[in-house]
């Protein structure tokens, strides 16, 4: 029983590290995401400030998921 036990603290300090490794990428992946939506979204936004958008159905037309960008921007995906 005691080798049993044993065994079984090594398999769950294996666990430990492999999820706090897993939490550190994921914590890596967010503020990733984070410096995307905010620093790189208003860089873009600002070199777009001039250009005039198109209406949907016309932007469908050139762009083929513009209309699936529609539906992700509504919540309805």
Do not use: H, Y
Request: charged content about 35%; overall charge negative.
């Amino acid at each position: 029983m005691w080798k049993t036990l044993a065994a079984v603290k090594t398999e769950f300090s294996k666990f430990g590290s492999l999820l706090e490794k897993a939490k550190r990428n994921l914590e890596q992946a967010s503020s990733t995401i984070e410096t995307l939506q905010g620093t790189r979204t208003r860089a873009i936004n600002r070199t777009l400030r001039d250009v005039e958008a198109l209406p949907m159905e016309e932007a469908k037309g050139l762009i083929p998921d513009a209309g699936e960008l529609e539906k992700a921007d509504d919540g309805n995906e």
